[in-house]
């Protein structure tokens, strides 16, 4: 029945596994024990093409050893984002965004601990990682509270948001 539906999901204490049928499993992306980063920087010619697109710098952020694993839960992924229009003149980013993810279809389906949105996390071509944006709601950065902060940003997924594509970060990865 496994081959016939082609998906396999496996989910255990010490990690998680998501494959279809010949993919290579999502653990590798975002391996259970070991960090990993992954952003894109949308070019100018991009954001030209997609004038509607609020999202001008993503990265996506797993720290096992930063954040308490949770099993049942999930596993932690935070967002850090910059719009078109900068908060901060720093090199940082100006907002961000946690939550659990857990294996849903042939992705993972993260949420906040509050009512600020979802999205999943599903590979993309390449080698890429693809974020499908469920209407997020982000916060300025930081903000450890686990509420909408006051200067929060909606980020709805229409009409230029839906998808954000990623690549493995260059560098360290950390917390910005």
Same mark, same amino acid.
């Given at each position: ?21 010949? !993919? *290579?499993?999502?653990?590798?992306? %975002? $391996?259970? /024990?070991?960090? &990993?980063?992954?952003? @894109?920087?949308?070019?100018? =010619? ?9 999202? !001008? *710098?993503?990265?996506?952020?797993? %720290? $096992?050893? /930063?954040?308490? &694993?949770?099993?049942? @839960?999930?596993?932690?992924? =935070? ?9 901060? !003149? ?87």
């Amino acid at each position: 029945m496994q081959a016939r539906l082609g998906v396999m999901v496996c989910l255990a204490a010490q990690g998680w596994c998501l494959a279809s049928a010949g !993919a *290579r499993p999502l653990a590798e992306e %975002l $391996p259970p /024990t070991r960090a &990993a980063c992954w952003e @894109r920087r949308y070019d100018e =010619a991009h954001l030209a093409a997609h004038p509607q697109q609020k999202v !001008a *710098r993503i990265r996506l952020v797993h %720290l $096992p050893d /930063t954040w308490r &694993a949770e099993p049942s @839960r999930g596993i932690y992924v =935070a967002l850090y984002i910059n719009l078109r229009r900068r908060v901060n !003149a720093g090199a940082g980013y100006d907002y961000q965004l946690g939550g659990f993810c857990r294996p849903r279809g042939q992705g993972l389906r993260c949420v906040p601990e509050w009512e600020a949105g979802s999205w999943r996390l599903v590979q993309g071509p390449r080698g890429t990682l693809d974020i499908r944006n469920g209407d997020i709601v982000a916060n300025p950065n930081p903000y450890d509270a686990e509420e909408i902060a006051d200067g929060a940003v909606a980020i709805p997924a229409r009409p230029d948001d839906r998808v954000w594509r990623l690549a493995p970060a260059t560098g360290e990865c950390r917390i910005e």
